[in-house]
Nanobody
């Protein structure tokens, strides 16, 4: 059974840090293009960061210098280290694994709330 399960979200104060994890099962994560996306209330889902099977990473402008995406293929896990969090980072965060056009897997999403 294919699964992506996010963990590590929660409530954090502005300026704080969280590390999201996305554990994969049922498929070989190492061959997939991996992404973190987020969706805030009333807004469209947006790309946070992505990382190819080669390890080449892309980070959206709003996350540059604060968020770092990484992967551990041996542990079948994708990570997102988030530092200096801001209230506008509040959203549901999703992990995604894709090998288009045939495979496109999504996690269930995890809430991140940045508030004092």
């Amino acid at each position: 059974q294919v699964q992506l399960v996010e963990s590590g979200g929660g409530l954090v104060q502005p300026g704080g840090s969280l590390r999201l994890s996305c554990a994969a099962s049922g498929f070989n994560l190492g061959r997939f293009y991996l992404r973190w996306l987020r969706q805030a209330p009333g807004k469209e889902r947006e790309l946070v960061a992505s990382i190819a099977s080669t390890g080449v990473a892309y980070t959206s402008d709003f996350a540059k210098g604060r968020f770092t995406i990484s992967r551990d293929n041996d542990k079948y896990t994708l990570y997102l280290q988030m530092n200096n969090l801001k209230p506008e980072d509040t959203a549901v965060y999703y992990c995604n694994a894709r090998m288009m056009p045939q495979f496109d897997y999504w996690g269930q999403g995890i809430q991140v709330t940045v508030s004092s």
